[in-house]
């Protein structure tokens, strides 16, 4: 990559740093496991960073790069082990309750990777149903599917939560 | 309303720990993989094949001999599928990896490297499936292109640093000259005649497409464009194919070296012509969508064709069988018909990777754990015949 192409792909990059790898917590369950892939999916995205360019929906492009990048680490032995963080208890955004993230990581953990997957994807990324479909290299129709039943279940889960944090304008919509 | 809603709010909620990425480990290992960027595309998990295999239909239709593009595809008759037998290649003597990607279009050579680390690359030649060390001096270099006499092409580097072009003929290597003001080089093919292509950078990183006539290696001819160009492969009646600007779109020169887009189908956009073999060229271009898709121009019929599946259009034979490499790192091998092949694999090897193919239908391919991904995968060279 020459100088120009990598000052592209920092900044680009940097800017989107934070959310990514949100993104991956959400979908891993495990601070440590989102770093190895996001960090996997960066340099991933560095060495393609001109085909990426010319894709023009870059941020697409990259949310299929980190979706694939989770999904290989599902495929690998080591996801064995449940790694929750062990190290002093992060501080808390006000208002924000700790307890609270932790029941919906552990909700999301419990739904089958499928649907993880795509409510990460359709509602923290803020992909279409159709982008979501081409990120996971499923159909539209899947996507549709997969989302009406794990947010089924994360309602039945959470339900308590989720009535709390949306308030009840939600409730009635 | 399903709760949609609810779940955008937990989500935007949900605060990760610190995040220990490191975007300039990210630069670092990049730049390893982009060094030797050929190899970049092996590194994927072989269960990733099965992604892109799933985009395309399943049954097998390549008919050795013929060239059945858009224009005289092959109508009633139920096709032969294509069959496929692999052989596992001995790797280079030395010890480290093996990594290979290159063949020549009789299928004889192929070329590829002893891998140690993740940075250092031997070049090797497997001559009817022999290996051999090619002794280049240098920390490290890697094999661009290989022609149908075993020449070979490429470039050294040592820590990562530009050193020299090469050609390498019966056991001589002979430097390639920089064009003035371009002393950074990339040499990506070579044809039967000897006549090598690259490409060649400036010190602030602006690109032309460089032909050098076989014979004249202190020669350089810049190839003309209206912009930034790279050239990134030529057949043997010595026309270039290439990339104008940085997504421009698909170039082609030819052989008295006059440039002209190629075209590509309506809502296409950016992309390369990335090989050609006879008829045949592949190339990639972003979808209406925006996802690179792999391209097929017909030279004789001037039909361009988009073929199944989402990635780069990397290799071409001259029956028009193509392999692709998916967007991250997986590939596929197609045939004439642009219909995916089933490749066998040899017992007790992870997935190797299908990465170039000839016109006899010999497929080159490696397993490799990607420089910088972590992945201590593979390092097996494989060679597929089908027909």
Known sequence: MRTEDEREFTEYVGARLGRLHRAAYLLCGDAHRADDVVQSALTTLYVQWRKARAAEHIDAYVHRILVRRYLDEKRRAWSRVELRATGPERTAPDGYDVAERDAVLQALRELPVGQRTVLVLRYFCDLSVDEAARAMGCSPGNVKSQSSRGLATLRERLGATVVAAAGPEEERA | ?387
């Open chain 2, 1 to 387: 309303m399903n709760g949609e809603n609810e779940v955008r709010v937990l989500f935007a909620a949900v605060e990760a720990p610190p995040s220990r990425v490191d975007l300039d480990r990210a630069v670092v290992d990049g730049r390893r993989v982009v060094r030797h960027r050929r190899y970049a595309w092996t590194g994927a998990a072989a269960a990733v094949v099965a992604a892109l295999a799933v985009a395309v239909p399943a049954t097998l239709v390549h008919r050795p001999g013929t060239s059945p593009g858009p224009g005289n595809a092959p109508s009633s008759a139920p096709p032969r599928p294509t069959v496929c037998t692999v052989t596992r290649l001995a790797p280079p003597p030395g010890g480290g990896r093996a990594v290979a990607d290159r063949i020549d279009p009789t299928g004889r050579y192929i070329a590829g490297a002893r891998v140690l680390g993740d940075r250092d690359y031997f070049p090797a030649l497997w001559t009817d499936g022999v290996p051999a060390l090619v002794p280049v001096p240098g920390q490290s270099s890697v094999v661009f292109g290989v022609n149908a006499h075993g020449v070979l092409v490429g470039e050294t580097q040592n820590n990562g640093t530009f050193v020299s072009a090469w050609v390498y003929r019966d056991g001589v290597p002979t430097h390639l000259t920089a064009p003035a003001g371009h002393p950074i080089l990339e040499p990506t093919g070579v044809n039967a005649a000897g006549t090598v292509v690259g490409i060649a950078y400036t010190a602030d990183d602006r690109a032309v497409a460089v032909r050098w006539v076989a014979g004249r290696y202190d020669r350089p001819e810049v190839l003309a464009a209206p912009k930034d160009a790279q050239a990134w492969g030529i057949d043997d009646d010595g026309t270039v194919v290439g990339q104008l600007g940085m997504s421009d779109g698909p170039y082609v020169w030819d052989p008295s070296g006059h440039g002209t887009p190629l075209a590509r189908p309506a809502g296409y956009a950016g992309g390369s012509a990335d090989a050609i073999r006879g008829d045949w060229i592949v190339g990639t271009a972003s979808d209406p969508a925006g996802d690179p898709v792999p391209l097929r121009w017909n030279r004789r019929t001037g039909v361009v064709e988009r073929l199944p599946g989402k990635g780069i259009g990397q290799s071409v034979n001259a029956s028009g069988m193509v392999v692709v490499h998916g967007l991250e790192g997986a590939a596929a091998l197609l045939d004439a018909r642009g219909r995916a092949v089933t490749l066998p694999y040899p017992a007790g090897v992870a997935h190797p990777l299908p990465l170039a193919v000839a016109d006899d239908g010999n497929v080159v391919g490696s397993t490799m754990g990607g420089a910088g991904t972590g992945s201590t995968d593979g390092g097996v060279v494989v060679r597929w015949s089908c027909g």
